[in-house]
Structure formats: structure tokens, C-alpha cells
């Protein structure tokens, strides 16, 4: 490998004088369900409080009266979706209903782990897509996010919101590649 | 050519002009919305260059642990010198798992080494899954700004673009309906993709992980459908702790578009079951910006675009203007590193104003950068005949005080009597151009002084 050597040799010719390495910043925030609910809202997501007896499917059933292939593992799919699922059956997902582990207040993103996706490519290939979330699990800042996140694992993803683009004109559109609408639901 | 010659045929569509500076103004605005939201804004700035300056002042051993950890998550780490490597190994790589097709999200670095190119001159299919990246890649151009690539076209210029790939209808210029038809355009790629190539936000040091940061979510969409991923990241993307994307998070997407976050933060670090993860490290002449202690700070950059959006030069010029991967003033001192013969005008694109160091949210001293290599680019004699004559010519009457003397004498007579259509020919007076040479004064400050003060 001639060109990692040269590379790193260089780096350590011309690298500078030590500076320290700052402490881990952490600054305190909000962490509300109000100032959650604001944020995703202001980029384009949408939150919903659950009763605490509510069924979550008949919630979904609600939202999404249309949906006839659903993917989940919290309410009973339509779609059974595993890491092993196929892309043709991916790319027909009406709706992907899965757990978010945790949210932030100053942005309305969720942190959605490999574990709860079911397949990788299904948050972002399901036409639209509802994140359930405990209230309790609302953090403040992403300083709070990454500290109790710890390990990003093999994959993850924060989620803010719909996929979107203003990439014409700057105009705002909502549902470019991913899922073209995002729910919270909050219990 | 030069900034001031193809800035020049950018300019000569007044409206367009207008446009363009009012657009990139209305998101510097937004940027300023998001960032007063935040009372630690400032220190988070501070946090970040310093992270950065750390990280830069132990790049080797950062490079070196990251290596170790990625490889550890079973990703193929891989070092390329120059653009030439680069593109060879990706290549490389698709040959090796016989693959014909590529799905591409963002990457500037991949523009830097003029990826696309080299790929279809070697047969592969080469699809830019960003939708600016798409339309620009669609008409054959380069992208005008770090995160906007298609700010310099105008709604019914997509509409032309998409109907003439893509077979929407003549006349379309819908926003909506163009992305729509994007969309379904661009998920039949995603769909049979076989490599997903992205750029690399931030590489974590002390995981191997890598984070891509999209509002589409192209970059996740492509790697989790194809077989294989290559993420390609600049050497300076490096940063030590999963914890300090804590302050780059918050910094990135607000200082970029005035979002709280990109839609998608997306950490890889392992590929899924029977895929592959390739890394490929890239130095092309950033080792050697390392060793300039005067311009090492601009390996801070996070590629947000604030101080494009805000220069008042490059909202005026447009980004191809510049000619250079990296346009705005970001890239008017990145671009002499690379080749400072062919890009010795860059420097002298900015007014010196100040306003990219004010919103650079690394502390990047972007505008005394520039000074500097205006400096360099003198002694080095790159710079315009024109402006060498000039410079002579100005030293010359200064440091003689008669002829100064003289001189002004002559021009203010000279400029009484002189016809207008003479003393503003563009010819020899270029900065008479867009204005109108003040009144000359009867007297010069140095005789008014002598007669008032005795």
C-alpha cells in the first residue's frame, strides 16, 4: 500500500502543533413535547398523541385509509419485510410503521436504529412512514441524542421529517426520494 | 478565462442576476433565522474549529484509528494520493464485483476527481441520484454551488431539461411535478442499482463509522439497495468522537439552508449481510494545504455553503463562475492549492468584506486567506498584465509626490472639460463600468490645507 505510507508521512511532515481536543460539549435545552412537536411540524412532519388505550393499528387504519400493504412489527403487516425481502416488494410499501427510540426537541429528528427498520431501505423506500415514540424518550439537544445513543451500531439513521428537496427554484417540495410524508406517534 | 471574464457573461442577463443574488440572499437569511435561534450558537462555532484544529493536529493517528475501526467493522478502507487513484479504485472495485451501473448521492470529492467521466469513459452507467445533481448531470454542466447544485437555473430551464430527458410535459415548470416525475425517474435507478457511491459528512475516528447527511434521502435509498457501497471522503472529514457530531449537526444544517437538521443523518458503519463497505481515503493535495500554516484552517470546511450564500460577489457571479469544483469564497482559496496558475483570479473574486468568516461555522478566516494569496499569486507574478501595469504604475506616482501632485492637478482639470463618453470608456476605465466618477473637487485636500491651516 505505497500511497497510505506516502499519505500518512506527509500528514505527519506537515501536521500542525497540538492543540487538546475539547470536552464533550453539552448544552441544555427543552426537552418537551411541545418544542418537539413545534420543530417537526416547522419541517414538515406531523406528531400525534396516543391515548394510552389506544390500539396503534386502528390508529393507522385511520391515518392511512388507502394503505393496503403496511410493514411493521408493532401492529399486524400486511407486507411481511425482513432484511432478506426483496426490492420489488420493498418498493411497493404503502406505509412502514416502526419504533423510534428517540427524539429531539430542537429539531423533531428520531433516531432509528438498524434493529427497528426491519430492512435498511425500508424508511426510506415506503411511500410514507409513521415512527411510534415513547414521550418519555424526548431529549433536548443532539448533544443529549448522541450521549445516550452511545454507539451508532452498524447503521442508523436520524429522521427528521419527510424526505424533501428545494432544489428547483428553492422551492420546497415535500417527498423527494424517501417517504413522502413522516408521523410521529407519540405514547 | 478569468472570474471577471465568464462572471462577466453571467451578468449580462441583468434579471437572471438579480435573481440569483435575491435567491442565495433569502437563504442566507433563513440561515440567520436558525442560527439566532440558538444562544450557543457562537460557542458552538468555536467548538467545532477547535475540534477540527485537534483533529488536524493529530491527523495521522486519527487516519490510522479510523482505519483500524472500519476495518474491524469488515469495510475495505482504501488510500488514494491523487484523483487518478481515486478513480482508479473505484473502478477497481465495481470491475471486481462486475458491475456496470452506479447510483451516486452528493459527493463534491467525486467532482473534485472528475469521477462521472472517468466511469463512462470506462462503460459504466453513472446516475446522480441528488435532484440537483440530476438536472445539472441531465445538461451536462457542473454544479454551481456546494449544496444547492442547480441555483443557477431557473424553474423553466428544469422544465426543458426534464422534458427533453425525461418526457414530461413541453412546458412543465411546475416545482412539484418536476420532483414528481424525478422521483419515479430516479427510483427505477435506485432500483437496479448495483453500486451506491456517496460522500462522506464526517468520519468517525474512534467507531470507523461514516456520516452521510441528505434532505432527500438518496444516499440511504442507493446503498441499501445495492449490493455494494463506496464511500469516497476527503482525508479532512475526520473527526474523533461520535459525541462531536453532537456540534457538527447542530452547526451544519443551519448554517447550510437555516433547517434544524437534514432530514436524514445517516451513520455507516457495517454493511448488511452479504454486502460490501468500501472507504476511500483521499489526499489529492490536501497533505499539502496541511503544510501551509496560512491556509491549513480551510481543511475545517463542512461543505455548508454559508459563505457562498452570503459573498456578495458570488450571488452576483454565479458558481461557474468560478470554474472550480468548490465555487464562493471556500473555494477561492481551496482552488490556488490545487492550481494556483489556473485559478490565480479566484482570490481576487471577493471584496474583502468579511461576511464568509462572519457565518463560516468552523471559524474558517476565509477573507485574510484570500488576502494572503493575493499576496502569493503577486510574487509569484500570476497576475494579470493589466493589473501588474496598474500596480506598478499607482507605486510609482505615490512614492513621488510631485508627480502625485501633478497628477491630481491634471485630473481635475482633465475631468471638468474631458468629455464623459472619454473618461468613462470602459476600455481603459473598467471601473466606470456600473458607476459614475464622483464631481471633481476645485481644490485637492493637500492645497485647502495649506490655505486654511497656517
Known sequence: ?187 | MSHPQRAAAFTSDAERTTWHDETLWFVRQKRDKAVYAIPEFQELRQLASDIKEHTLSRLDEYLEQFEQNARANGVQVHWAADAEEHNRIVLDIMRGVGATSLVKSKSMLTEECHLNPYLIKNGIAVVDTDLGERIVQLREEAPSHLVLPAIHLKKEDVGETFHVHLGTPKGEKDPQNLTEAARRHLREKFLIGQVAITGVNFAIAETGAVVVCTNEGNADLGVNLAQVHIACMGMEKLIPRTADLGVFTRLLARSATGQPVTTYTSHFAKPAEGRQMHIVIVDNGRTRQLGRPDFRNSLKCIRCGACMNTCPVYRRSGGHSYDFTVPGPIGAILSPNIDMRQHSSLPFASTLCGSCTDVCPVKIDIHAQLYKWRQIIAQEGELPVSKKLGMKLLSSVLARPAIYRFGGKIAREGLRFLPHALTHATAFNPWAKARELPEAPKQSFRDWYQQTVK
Open chain 1, 1 to 187: 500500500m505505497p500511497s497510505r505510507e506516502s499519505i500518512l508521512a506527509a500528514v505527519r511532515a506537515n501536521r500542525p502543533a497540538a492543540t487538546p481536543l475539547p470536552p464533550v460539549a453539552d448544552f441544555a435545552g427543552e426537552a418537551t413535547v411541545e418544542q418537539f412537536t413545534h420543530w417537526l411540524h416547522f419541517i414538515g412532519g406531523q406528531v400525534i398523541r396516543l391515548a394510552p388505550a389506544q390500539p396503534l393499528d386502528q390508529v393507522v387504519r385511520q391515518l392511512y385509509p388507502d394503505a393496503t400493504r403496511i410493514a411493521s412489527d408493532l401492529i399486524p403487516a400486511t407486507v411481511p419485510v425482513d432484511q432478506q425481502t426483496p426490492t420489488e416488494v420493498l418498493e411497493a410499501v404503502d406505509v412502514a410503521v416502526l419504533r423510534g427510540e428517540l427524539g429531539v426537541a430542537e429539531n423533531g429528528a428520531v433516531w432509528v436504529p438498524e434493529v427497528n427498520m426491519l430492512h435498511r431501505a425500508l424508511p426510506m423506500i415506503s411511500q410514507h412512514l409513521a415512527l411510534v415514540l415513547d414521550h418519555r424518550s424526548i431529549v433536548a439537544t443532539m448533544h443529549q441524542a448522541y450521549a445516550a445513543v452511545q454507539h451508532t451500531g452498524n447503521y442508523g439513521v436520524f429522521i427528521a421529517g419527510p424526505s424533501k428537496t428545494a432544489d428547483i427554484e428553492q422551492s420546497l417540495v415535500i417527498g423527494a426520494h424517501g417517504a413522502r410524508s413522516l408521523v410521529v406517534l407519540l405514547r
